[in-house]
């Protein structure tokens, strides 16, 4: 036989958890509550009741079972009785835990509730947890269970609620509670908590200028998705030992002296003429009596384990990112040929479907067509052919994505050229001076040039250096 305990935080959770034991076949007289009874919340309080004497209670209150059927498990529930204990208060119960509650008195260990739950044999430290539950307005089902149905029973009080009291004896400590007699009969003073709310830091943008520069930072948010390890509750089995009588049926031999005597009239043989002689004979009477020995065997194993199983969850969120869009501002001298990834989408993706669709997706490819034109805002490359920066490039892409330059780099170029026009005109030169041919551009064209990253010379349509 075992003792399975459950602390709830409200009465509505321990009525379910008890309609469904009683659901299980566990019987009504093996399930017992005890609630706070502050302010007569579950059973009448006239002022009169005291620990040796009980009230009939009523209907618990109107937040809790309203709607329960009489009898059975129910008509536990709706019989709860109210009664005060010395240096806790009033309290509502029944079931067999209130008779050891009433029986314990102060003369157990601690007394009361305390006293009543170490006696069925929970440890003492656990019996003060639950004793200061209860006065701090929780309920708690006390169920005596077969051995082969206490795991049972333990997962029945799980599933409906019953919290983790190894968490809440954590926050009882934190408030101020120690589990000795003196709090386990009165109740511990709470202490004060504060709450300290700590804001994230934020990043600010900021803008500098450098030699008539404005730089505009680019920013962006990544998901970062890790997992914590929470505790969702859990059972704790206790062991006690009952004694009930045994009948068994045994076969016994018994012998009886038996005496007749019989009437005769022969002569006397003469071969027993020697009879005349006093003689006497013994007869012993013998029986069977039972003999009782016990021997203690192990008929079952209650075992207690925990299953691991994994599954994958789908985390869905939001990220932000700035994105600088640079538009060109017509004038009368320069008309820049450099232009922005969304001018230049289409051909790029033009450009994926005719030489990498069979290598991958077009999002795939995205980031490098997407780098190669934003190097034309950079002032690290502007007015730069491609054969000097390639080296510094790579490794900027290396460092982003590891080991992927070789299948990205002629995407990259392409969008390099393509924004920066190195491509128009039939020249497929990436910046390269392929005939010298001299550099025509004003001042004010070369001026521009540098702010827009343009390396087309307007006069000659060629690139220059």
């Keep these: 036989m075992k003792t399975v305990v459950g602390l709830f935080d409200d009465m509505a959770q321990a009525k379910t958890a008890a309609l469904d034991l009683e659901k299980a076949g566990i019987p009504r007289d093996d399930i017992s509550i005890v609630a706070n009874n502050e302010g007569g919340r579950y059973a009448p309080i006239d002022g009169s009741t005291t620990s040796e004497t009980t009230t009939t ?91 082969n149905v206490a795991h049972n029973v333990a997962r029945i009080l799980s599933d409906d609620g019953a919290v983790n009291i190894d968490e809440r004896a954590e926050q009882y400590r934190q408030e101020g509670f120690m589990s000795s007699p003196a709090t386990a009969m009165t109740g511990a003073q709470t202490a004060n908590t504060q709450y300290a709310s700590t804001q994230p830091r934020q990043a600010t943008a900021q803008t500098t200028n450098r030699q008539g520069e404005t730089v505009l930072p680019v920013m962006k948010e990544e998901l970062e998705v890790g997992k914590r390890e929470v505790q969702h509750g859990g059972v704790r089995v206790y062991t006690h030992v009952t004694q009930q009588p045994v009948q068994e049926q045994v076969t016994l031999r018994e012998e009886h002296v038996n005496v007749e005597r019989r009437p005769a009239n022969r002569p006397v043989n003469p071969a027993d003429t020697n009879l005349f002689k006093e003689q006497s004979i013994e007869v012993t009477e013998r029986s069977e009596e039972p003999v009782v020995a016990k021997q203690a065997r192990v008929v079952e194993e209650v075992v207690v384990g925990k299953e691991t199983s994994q599954r994958t969850e789908n985390v869905q969120d939001t990220v932000r990112r700035t994105d600088v869009d640079v538009q060109q501002i017509p004038g009368s001298e320069h008309a820049s040929r450099t232009r922005n990834y969304d001018t230049l989408a289409s051909d790029f993706r033009s450009d994926f479907q005719t030489r990498y669709a069979s290598q991958g997706a077009y999002e795939q490819y995205e980031p490098a067509y997407r780098y190669g034109t934003e190097l034309t805002s950079n002032p690290t490359y502007r007015g730069r052919d491609w054969n000097s920066i390639e080296p510094e490039i790579r490794r900027d892409w290396e460092s982003r994505q590891p080991n992927s330059w070789d299948r990205f780099k002629n995407s990259i170029r392409y969008a390099f050229d393509k924004s920066t026009g190195a491509e128009r005109g039939g020249i497929q030169t990436g910046g390269r001076d392929i005939d010298g041919t001299p550099d025509t551009r004003g001042l004010a064209e070369k001026a521009a040039d540098a702010v827009t990253g343009d390396r087309i010379d307007d006069k000659t349509g060629k690139p220059v250096v």
């Design 57 to 147: 209670g009523h209907a618990i209150g109107h937040d809790a079972v309203v709607g329960a059927e009489i009898g059975g498990v129910a008509g536990l529930l709706l019989g709860l009785s109210g009664f005060a204990i010395p240096g806790f208060g009033w309290i509502a119960g029944a079931g067999w835990l209130m008779g050891l509650i009433l029986g314990a008195g102060t003369g157990a260990v601690i007394g009361g509730l305390v006293g009543a739950l170490t006696h069925v044999g929970v440890p003492e430290v656990d019996a003060a947890h639950y004793n200061e539950g209860v006065r701090r307005g929780g309920i708690l089902l006390a169920v005596k269970a077969q051995d």
